[in-house]
């Protein structure tokens, strides 16, 4: 069965710090990878999605970046953080092209302070 | 552009009683529409989803929804409210290269 993983759970940085989240799936090949922002008490924001290796999207313009350098591995960046970049970011995957569900990782809660 | 509209931001049920979520939306064809459900701090689940067929769909949990497209709805309805669904719910509708559009959410509490 698939499984995604998302790391870490909770994160506190510093205004200006670097950041790295990585989100990996299991079980299965050639996935549609997502990362979405959640602010409090607001639905999900689409950030970026990939469709293969080394294809990212961004569908806001924004203080970060994300890169998929293996098939079922994807990463959001910063290189310097902003206080409005706290928040609850999920990592997503669906399969192939078609319109389907999102299987979505257990998130990781973002602190800028 | 595809969007998704939940009416009620926070919801009140007792224990037991019936529950029903307003999900609108717009979308230009035929809609794939989700369900999703979120306990604080976790992950989104999926509760269940339509993309054709039969317009009563049923999803895990004991939920179910129904698809209307005269009224561009997809409502997700529960006979009897257990303590363990208070959480927040989510409609999406899911669009090319599986780009969902979700709603803001709607908070369930339930009272004992």
């Known amino acids: 069965s698939q499984t995604i993983h998302q790391w870490p759970a909770t994160l506190v940085q510093p205004v200006g710090s670097p950041l790295s989240l990585e989100c990996t799936v299991e079980?299965?090949?050639?996935?549609?990878l997502y990362w979405y922002r959640q602010a409090a008490g607001r639905g999900l924001q689409l950030l970026f999605y990939s469709v293969g290796i080394g294809q990212i999207s961004s569908e806001v313009p924004q203080n970060l970046s994300a890169s998929r350098p293996q098939d079922r591995q994807f990463i959001l960046s910063s290189k310097k953080l902003l206080l409005s970049d706290s928040g609850f970011y999920l990592c997503a995957w669906s399969a192939l092209l078609r319109d389907t569900e999102a299987f979505f990782g257990q998130g990781t809660r973002l602190t800028v302070v | 552009a595809q969007s998704v509209t939940q009416p009620d931001i926070h919801i009140t049920v007792s224990e037991g009683a019936s529950l029903e979520l307003r999900c609108n939306y717009s979308y230009g064809a035929t809609p794939y529409l989700f369900w999703y459900v979120q306990s604080p701090g976790q992950g989104l689940q999926l509760l269940l989803k339509?993309?054709?067929?039969?317009?009563l769909v049923q999803g895990i949990k004991g939920f179910e929804a129904e698809f209307k497209r005269s009224q561009s709805s997809f409502n997700l309805r529960k006979p009897s409210v257990h303590w363990s669904d208070a959480a927040e719910y989510f409609c999406a509708v899911g669009g090319l290269a599986g780009k969902s559009t979700f709603g803001d959410g709607t908070t369930l509490t339930v009272k004992p």
């Open positions: 079980g299965t090949s050639n996935p549609n």
């Open positions: 339509y993309f054709s067929g039969d317009t």
